[in-house]
């Protein structure tokens, strides 16, 4: 084998070959990723849910995202008679908090896959004498609302159920005015370091989530530190203006 070809040969080794621990570095988010689990909706589609359990659950101080509701609310920075879609707004309660910080010349859609989710949110908001505010009933690849009809998008703890991400990111993208706000807050998936339940419920960390967002067009804000959040994380992204 003459000089050259050798030369060739090792210039393809190098080339073709990563440095030792290469994919570890760049890819730290792929490696810790996980498949969406196999009906990690089906009980809310359930049409026996029991709400009241749910309730329990999400509406509950040591819930970190209610505890924190005030300051969340606050990173939302609504103005009044703005249009909000809270999606996968579960048993409502930042529904009613948006619906109140509006006003009446705004309004909330509150989108679930759960029929008795929504049933719950319409009770509640009538009881409660909130007039501002739909149910929405999505569907696993749409948030069904019209095109450029709301102002902010607000997805809480409910990203990692998207079971198709990239179509659902569009029907909200389409969903939003231009220069409409997203705010999304999930849980915060370190491989060695989150308990069991979010490694195994959460399909991926924070970089492959935000990076999926911006792959839809939106553009990157930035993140907000809450200080009672230690799982959770809130990232905004905006649709960009026209022009």
Known sequence: MNTRLIRCL???LVCTVPAVGQDAATKPSDAAAIAI?????????????????WIARFEVESREV???RDQVLQACKIKPGERIADVGAGTGFFSQLFAKTTGWD???FSVDISPKFLQHIANRASADGIENLTP?????V???LPNESVDLVFICDTYHHFESPMESLGSIYRALKPGGRLVLIDFDRIPGQSREFILGHVR???EVFKKEVQDAGFEWKDEIKIEAFEENYLLRFE?????
């Open 142 to 144: 749409s948030i069904r």
């Open 37 to 53: 689990p196999d009906g990690i909706n089906d009980r809310f589609k359930d049409p026996e849910l029991n709400v009241d359990e």
């Open 204 to 206: 991926a960390g924070k």
């Open 239 to 243: 649709k960009p203006k026209r022009g």
């Open 136 to 140: 929405v009933l999505g569907t696993d």
């Open 10 to 12: 090792l210039l393809l």
């Open 106 to 108: 705004g309004w909330v």
């Open 66 to 68: 209610y505890a924190a």
